[in-house]
């Protein structure tokens, strides 16, 4: 059976480079998405998600493997305030974003005053297994798109629409190396079979011709990244910070899977309050250069599940790679260009274990399904999120993961207190003691 290589261990250079680097190819896809959707430098965006992923490591004490990303949640209200000049209207978008950043951190200082006890109220077992599940199966229709087995989400793009053999064949044998890998490779080409799966169907790619190797050719070796100010603008801050609320939940998700993978109580220890500050502080300096606002990722997670390597040094060794890389306009390139179909491939697998670590917390917590309350609460957080169904306030969206949260803590906390005056029908289960936190 593979070890798992815990948070604090060290490895040697080049296991640990190729560890990085797998991480780092792993995010890439999505990482430089968002940039090209609000038609901004990805070296900035490369830059100061490596620089935000070490200050968030600091903050964190070392304690919480998380890699930052570029936030999907801020894609349709910043599409709004880009509408009609994107590059006049960016610098107001960035204004927003430090704002967003802002929120974080009074997020982040009221948890750290308030304690982390309203967890275990509002998040128990079922809710908690059914969360993690969801953020899982929330993202594998993008895995699916991405790797042309789904036509596009947009009417007009998809109208037409039908398989590319060429494009469904690189995501399948990307997929298919990378399964077998996880299951036959031995030793140290186990750890890293998800770069390995990559590699394959980069390469297979570019022997189909589907990699755009001029871009490649054209880019400077090096180059530094474009750096865009701020504006204040209320209209457009009104219109993007409502999403704050979105991505904190979102967080609270992610952090919550992390803890079960890794097998410790991130939120006690080092503290939610700590991880919310970090994603908070990364997000104000990235608003200050001209960068899009940071999240934890389900990439990130997804890779350490299946490779059972949790060390925060790998994590930090993919942030100072990706710091080194967004001067380097080619190198970027290389990365930048990897097939969508090569990430579709590989994502399909990875959002299918954050999935099935939620159906895990059901089995390791011993949730009892035949108490009506566990199975509603772990039903309505998985239909409410799959269903597709949407609350709309104003420019933004409730939908998916953070719909389906909401609802299963507002339920929890219902339950909860049925049980509390007596109201249920179901005998109260009794809570466990909290486990005790070593630093």
């Known amino acids: 059976m593979q070890r798992e290589i815990q948070v604090d261990e060290k490895l040697p ?13 792993a995010m890439f896809g999505s990482t430089v998405l968002v940039p090209n959707i609000f ?20 903050l964190c004490k070392g304690k919480i493997p998380a890699y930052l990303g570029s936030s999907f949640a801020f894609i349709a209200p910043v599409s709004l305030v880009l509408m009609g000049d994107p590059g006049a209207n960016y610098g107001k978008a960035l204004g927003a974003f430090i704002i967003t950043g802002v929120i974080f951190c009074v997020i982040a200082l009221i948890v750290k005053y308030a304690g982390t006890g309203w967890i275990d109220f509002v998040f128990p077992p079922a809710v908690m297994g059914a969360i993690i599940a969801m953020i899982g199966l929330e993202l594998v229709p993008v895995a699916a798109n991405m790797a042309g087995l789904l036509p596009p989400s947009n009417p007009v793009e998809a109208e037409g629409w039908s398989m590319n053999p060429e494009v469904v064949t690189v995501s399948m044998v990307t997929l298919g190396v990378t ?6 490779f031995r030793g140290f080409p186990k750890i890293i079979h998800i770069l390995i799966g990559i590699a394959s169907g980069y390469a297979l ?20 990244p474009t750096l865009t100010t701020p504006e204040w603008d209320i209209a457009a801050i009104f219109t993007i910070i409502p999403v704050s609320i979105v991505v904190i939940v979102e967080h609270i998700g992610h952090l919550l899977v992390t803890s079960n993978i890794v097998g410790k109580d991130l939120s006690k220890n080092p503290g939610l309050h700590r991880s919310l500050l970090g994603n908070g502080i990364s997000t104000i300096l990235s608003g200050f250069v001209g960068s899009t606002p940071n999240t934890t990722y389900g990439e990130n997670i997804g890779v350490m599940a299946l490779t059972k390597v949790y060390s925060v040094r790998v994590i930090g060794g993919a942030a100072v790679i990706a710091i080194v890389l967004s001067f380097s306009g080619t190198f970027s390139a290389i990365i930048a260009n990897i097939p969508a179909a090569v990430m579709g491939g590989v994502s399909l697998l990875l959002f299918g274990v954050i999935a099935a670590s939620g159906l895990r917390i059901f089995v390791e917590k011993k949730v009892d399904f035949s108490k009506a309350s566990n199975m509603i609460l772990a039903t309505l957080v998985l239909v409410v999120g799959i269903s597709g169904v949407t609350l709309r306030f104003g420019d933004v969206e409730l939908k998916g993961m953070a719909l389906s949260t909401i609802v299963g803590m507002l339920l929890a906390i219902l339950f909860r207190l049925f049980d509390i005056l007596g109201l249920s029908n179901e005998k109260p289960e009794e809570q466990p003691l909290p486990e005790k936190v070593t630093e």
């Open 13 to 25: 250079f080049g296991p640990g480079f190729l560890l990085s680097l797998q991480h780092l190819f």
């Open 39 to 58: 038609g901004v430098d990805p070296g900035m965006i490369l830059l100061m998600n490596g620089i935000g992923t070490l200050i968030y490591i600091l």
């Open 179 to 184: 399964v077998l890998g996880s299951v036959l």
């Open 205 to 224: 790619s570019f022997y189909l011709g589907l990699v755009e190797t001029d871009k490649i050719s054209e880019a400077a070796f090096f180059t530094a």
